[in-house]
């Protein structure tokens, strides 16, 4: 009989001011984070999905749905569905190129009882409704974020068209774009020109997200900056994350170092180190959570003021992690992360009562919930 071990994961509390080099330097540049304690959430392991006689492979993404369960494998090409007990009901999508058929597909949304899904392997999007019957499709070339506002307008990043956000219809029509794009040198200081060009896209990539009133937030993921536009695409603000766990992932960034295997990202023909995965919006209360390649939560508020950190650490043993205390904790996390010792959380979604689900995207694959607070 297979022995199954109890897995579990801490978020504790990570001060702003801690006493390193990076946090005194925000400090006295105005930009330190709050200092008030909390208590910290809890994130384990679902195990119900991984359990079950359907299980996720590599999933990419869960959202819910009419009280229904959907995740995406990104491994068998197929939407799974679960009950609100999480037991597997039913799937959608097979692999192929065909109407319905997926390959590879890289991240979803549902609006309105569609379901709009990034079909990477096929370079397209392509809508279904939630029986799985084709509704419509359209090529795109590589892009990297994907969100729906309530008229059924697919939001997509895509630098190549001069601007940082494309608006499709269902139909593949351009409605509009806007987002004015970035120079590397314009977010990390004039030493770092001779850059520019070659990360001319790869700076402009970014993820996207919408809330329950139809604003976009852009959040760069080879730049520490989350932008926050009104549903016609006019910016309503602008901020940089700041703290220990940014000094050191941007540090990768400017000095390229590519040894870094894990958070490097082929995006198109691009190559980059990544600061941030992606933002996902509390519904409760507009407070943003932004997920970071050594685990990091960012919190900012719904105007952008960056208020909280939460840091995974593992209350035992989980997965092959192991933890030193006393170490420095981002540097110990990205180092065990490297080595492949270290769960790597790439996504992550909250739902409306305030429970997040967040996906591993290197092995081991897994999905993990956890209950944030309302107020941080």
């Not at 279904?128 to 969100?147: H, K």
């Not at 269902?170 to 977010?187: A, N």
Request: glycine share 8%.
């Amino acid at each position: 009989m297979r022995r199954r071990t109890k897995r579990r994961i801490w978020l504790i509390w990570w001060p702003g001011l801690s006493l390193t080099i990076g946090a005194c330097l925000a400090f006295a540049a105005g930009t330190a984070l709050m200092q008030r304690r909390m208590t910290s959430p809890t994130m384990r392991l679902v195990s119900t999905f991984q359990e079950g006689e359907v299980k996720p492979i590599e999933p990419r993404r869960v959202l819910r749905h009419n009280g229904e369960y959907f995740i995406l494998d990104y491994k068998t090409s197929r939407i799974l569905i679960y009950d609100q007990a999480m037991k597997f009901k039913r799937s959608i999508g097979s692999v192929g190129a065909g109407p319905g058929e997926f390959f590879h597909p890289e991240d979803f949304v549902i609006k309105r009882g569609l379901i709009y899904i990034y079909d990477q392997g096929n370079h397209r999007i392509q809508v279904v409704d939630l029986n799985g019957e084709f509704i419509s499709q359209f090529r795109l070339p590589y892009i990297r974020g994907l969100a729906v506002n309530s008229k059924g307008e697919i939001f997509v990043g895509q630098p190549e068209k001069g601007k940082l956000v494309s608006v499709y219809s269902k139909d593949g029509k351009l409605l509009r774009s806007f987002g004015e794009l970035k120079s590397f040198s314009g977010v990390y200081g004039e030493q770092h020109k001779d850059k520019d060009a070659k990360y001319r896209t790869a700076i402009n990539r970014v993820t996207l997200t919408i809330d329950s009133q139809d604003f976009i937030y852009v959040t760069f993921v080879v730049a520490p900056i989350i932008q926050k536009y009104t549903p016609e695409g006019e910016l309503v603000f602008e901020t940089r994350l700041r703290g220990p766990s940014i000094d050191l992932l941007t540090h990768y960034v400017v000095t390229e170092a590519m040894a870094k295997k894990i958070v490097v990202q082929f995006m198109g023909a691009d190559m980059a180190n990544l600061t941030t995965w992606e933002s996902s919006i509390d519904p409760r209360n507009g407070n943003i959570f932004a997920l970071l390649p050594d685990n990091a939560l960012y919190v900012l508020n719904s105007e952008g003021k960056q208020v909280a950190v939460f840091t995974p650490r593992p209350a035992e043993k989980a997965r092959g992690y192991v933890y030193s205390p006393g170490a420095n904790y981002s540097n110990a996390m990205m180092d065990r992360i490297y080595k492949g010792k270290a769960l790597m959380l790439g996504r992550i979604t909250i739902l409306s009562d305030g429970m997040a689900f967040m996906i591993t995207l290197f092995p081991p694959y897994g999905i993990y919930q956890m209950e944030l607070p309302k107020h941080v």
